[in-house]
């Protein structure tokens, strides 16, 4: 009885054994599974993700030597960094204004004109900061840059290959035909520079207001019976045949 009870306590230890065995096994391929998918992430946008950050925008103003004045389509530039900065600045404007330079007098007299523009723009004086700067060649013109910190939706960077695409022992990926390191970048950063306004990428516009006049005469047709579709009386002058009516 002794010998049996031996023999039974024995194979259930191998049991045990081969049970415990079994699950590290099994544990181990689930970490080494869960390790190669959380760092290398198969869908593009995951690899290149567009993120929301504070940019900057800028225009540069160029002066010459013997004019101190602003052309008329620099001053349309400047009216249109006056527009958009009410709608997306978020910082003051740094003008960076040339000293030292043979154009610095002439620069001066535009930063006034430049000041002046942006003030009648809607952009308060306290909002413009002035800040004097010398370029590193001194042969060449410096420019009058008006700069604004704004958000921005980025992605990137993007011209990264650290594996070769051929078939090679290095490049593991090509045999299982995954996607390789820099695909799908330029796509996400071409499309993170089209967004112009960076909160429609987490959140939807609140509705304007409904244009009164327009509904009110289209409830009076509804009301009448009558139809609603807008008429244009001299959409046919436009054309040039009648060739197919």
């Known amino acids: 009885m002794a010998g049996s009870s031996e023999h039974h306590g024995l194979r259930a230890l191998h049991r045990l054994g081969a049970i415990a065995g079994l699950a590290l096994t099994?544990?181990?391929?689930?970490s080494t599974t869960g390790e190669v998918v959380a760092t290398i992430p198969d869908d593009y946008k995951m690899r290149?993700?567009?993120?929301?950050?504070?940019g900057r925008k800028s225009i540069v103003v160029f002066i010459g030597s013997g004019r101190g004045g602003l052309t008329s389509p620099?001053?349309?530039d400047v009216i249109g960094l006056a527009r958009s900065w009410q709608r997306e600045g978020t910082g003051a404007i740094i003008a960076d204004v040339p000293a030292g330079t043979p154009n610095a007098r002439a620069a001066s007299d535009a930063y006034r004109e430049i000041h002046a523009v942006l003030t009648s723009g809607g952009v308060p004086s306290r909002a413009i900061t002035l800040r004097h700067t010398t370029p590193d060649d001194p042969r060449q013109l410096a420019v009058i840059r008006l700069t604004y910190p704004k958000m921005a939706?980025?992605?990137?960077?993007?011209?990264?290959?650290?594996?070769?695409?051929g078939p090679n022992i290095n490049n593991p990926g090509y045999s299982s035909n995954q996607h390789y390191q820099n695909f799908?970048?330029?796509t996400q950063r071409n499309l993170a520079a089209m967004i112009d306004n960076p909160a429609d990428l987490e959140q939807p516009r609140s509705?304007?207001?409904a244009y009164t006049p327009r509904r009110t005469a289209l409830f009076e047709k509804y009301r009448k019976g009558e139809s609603t579709a807008i008429t244009y009386p001299e959409a046919d002058k436009a054309k040039l045949s009648d060739t197919g009516k």
């Open 207 to 209: 509705e304007t207001a």
């Open 184 to 186: 799908g970048c330029a």
């Open 153 to 165: 939706a980025v992605a990137g960077p993007c011209g990264l290959w650290p594996d070769d695409l």
């Open 74 to 76: 620099q001053r349309d």
């Open 26 to 30: 099994l544990g181990a391929c689930n």
């Open 48 to 54: 290149h993700p567009i993120a929301i950050e504070e």
